[in-house]
């Protein structure tokens, strides 16, 4: 750091009246400019490229080295902010690191998860439900507010009805039913139905609430690295479809 040395003597040591001459020539040697006074004038703007993605590593670093190229030199960055910086950086990169090694691991789990599915009832939106050999099926629908007496019309794969049953909705929001305990005389086949289902609230007329399609999960495949979940025998669901999986 360069610094300024008042003279302390009581008269000076230079002639200042004169100007100075060079040994060589005679001539006056150029006058010595004055110090700039007041505060550094701030560089001219500088225009950042422009990237619509999230900034990354090395965007962060470069960045980082030019705001140390281009620092004023009378008004250096703060070794604290220089620190924060650092840490931010470290930070982004560690953050990038997990964010590609959790995209690593997602398929992994997500099929390891649709294994462990298979066996059990998965529930997607929809309107359709299996019955098996006993006679037993599952219904889930979400009535939202409405409570009351409720009607399921079941219906086969020609879209002929083959069955009605009333029930009675006392909760709201999303509920199951066993289709073996509403058609017992005489009970459904075995297979594949369509259905659906309304509620009359405070006696008026019927209306439709929302279904789901429910089944038992008999299998699993892969479709370009997305495992495939099949319902019943005929209907396949992405695993990201499901709303649930039942025991």
Request: aromatic share 6%; glycine share 10%; net charge positive.
């Amino acid at each position: 750091m360069i610094t300024s040395t008042r003279n302390s003597f009581a008269s000076p040591a230079f002639n200042t009246t004169a100007p100075a001459t060079t040994p060589a020539t005679g001539n006056p040697s150029a006058a010595v400019a004055a110090p700039p006074k007041g505060k550094a004038e701030p560089s001219a703007p500088r225009t950042l490229p422009t990237n619509s993605k999230v900034m990354g590593r090395d965007e962060f670093l470069k960045l980082f080295v030019a705001q140390l190229k281009n620092q004023d030199p009378t008004n250096p960055m703060d070794g604290k902010d220089m620190a924060a910086q650092l840490a931010q950086f470290s930070t982004v990169e560690q953050l990038i690191a997990m964010n590609k090694r959790a995209d690593e691991l997602a398929p992994l789990v997500e099929g390891q998860m649709a294994m462990a599915a298979v066996g059990k009832i998965g529930v997607t939106p929809g309107n359709s439900t299996f019955v098996d050999s006993t006679g037993k099926g599952t219904i889930v629908v979400d009535t939202g507010a409405k409570v009351g007496p409720g009607r399921v019309t079941v219906t086969n794969s020609k879209g002929e009805v083959v069955g009605t049953a009333n029930v009675t909705v006392n909760k709201t929001g999303q509920q199951s039913f066993e289709l073996g305990s509403l058609f017992t005389a005489p009970p459904l086949a075995a297979g594949q139905y369509s259905y659906k289902f309304e509620v009359a609230t405070d006696g008026g007329q019927f209306q439709a609430v929302t279904t789901y399609t429910a089944g038992r999960i008999t299998g699993m495949r892969y479709e370009q690295g997305t495992p495939i979940l099949t319902i019943g025998d005929s209907i396949n669901v992405p695993m990201s479809k499901l709303t649930q999986i039942r025991g």
